[in-house]
């Protein structure tokens, strides 16, 4: 199975998107969920994460990067296998290719490298000029 990301397009800085990811072909309940973000020509980037649901995690249910906590917040909602992230204040740095990835463990924090899978296509953010 794999991810479907949707909800990208084009945003003002300081405006707002928000962006869903659809497991399609396997149960994503089981899974920690990460958003990740990508610029062209740079590494890939964990923005988020919100673990399974009645999983205890040593960092909470969701962990988000220094450079979005506060403006980010994601959820999940089991009954549609649909993750989101929800954007406020995007900044400059924030337009990029995000894509989901489930982790091989179910909460977050539960490995400084843990493995991630069920890769999407991504959706395009991209910033007005």
């Known amino acids: 199975g794999h991810f479907v990301e949707s909800g990208g397009g084009v945003v003002h800085a300081g405006g707002s998107l928000r962006l869903s990811c659809k497991a399609s072909?396997?149960?994503?309940?089981?899974?920690?969920i990460a958003w990740f973000r990508q610029v062209s020509g740079k590494g890939r980037e964990e923005v988020s994460c919100i673990s399974a649901s009645d999983v205890a995690s040593n960092v909470g249910p969701t962990s988000y990067a220094d450079s979005v906590k506060g403006r980010f917040t994601t959820s999940r909602d089991a009954a549609t296998r649909t993750i989101y992230l929800q954007t406020t204040t995007v900044q400059p740095e924030g337009a990029a290719v995000y894509s989901c990835g489930a982790s091989s463990y179910p909460a977050c924090g539960a490995s400084s490298e843990p493995l991630w899978g069920h890769w999407g296509q991504g959706t395009q953010v991209n910033l007005a000029s």
């Open positions: 072909g396997f149960n994503s309940k089981f899974y920690a």
